[in-house]
């Protein structure tokens, strides 16, 4: 079992930055991948960032490149998201994913909600 703890969630204006962690604990490996998704209301849950532990690789979706930044602590197994020049379509629930890639997730954490508003 992995456990998930997410931080850094909150309120902020448009142009704003907020920072984003999340600290794995339990069985975790080191080959494994953690990212980021985040779900609007009414909207599906899409992945925004990830880092491969291995290697270090990183990914993002178009939405988000140039903005958003992640990195991660191996000796901490925590993976942090970077959030700049946010939008208010930045808003929504922000969750923690663990598992061998991001298309096959085995663990969430229990999501973080980020507000952009003016």
């Known amino acids: 079992q992995v456990q998930l703890a997410e931080s850094g969630g909150g309120l902020v204006q448009p142009g704003g930055s907020l920072r984003l962690s999340c600290a794995a604990s339990?069985?975790?490996?080191?080959?494994?991948?953690m990212g980021w998704f985040r779900q609007a209301p009414g909207k599906e849950r899409k992945s925004e960032a990830a880092i491969d532990w291995s290697g270090g690789s990183t990914y993002y979706a178009d939405s988000v490149k140039g903005r958003f930044t992640i990195s991660g602590d191996n000796s901490k197994n925590t993976v942090y998201l970077q959030m700049s020049s946010l939008k208010l379509e930045d808003t929504a629930v922000y969750y923690c994913?663990?598992?061998?890639?991001?298309?096959?997730?085995?663990?969430w954490g229990q999501g973080t909600q980020v507000t952009v508003s003016s």
């Open positions: 994913a663990y598992g061998p890639r991001m298309s096959n997730v085995e663990y």
């Open positions: 339990g069985r975790t490996f080191s080959r494994y991948t």
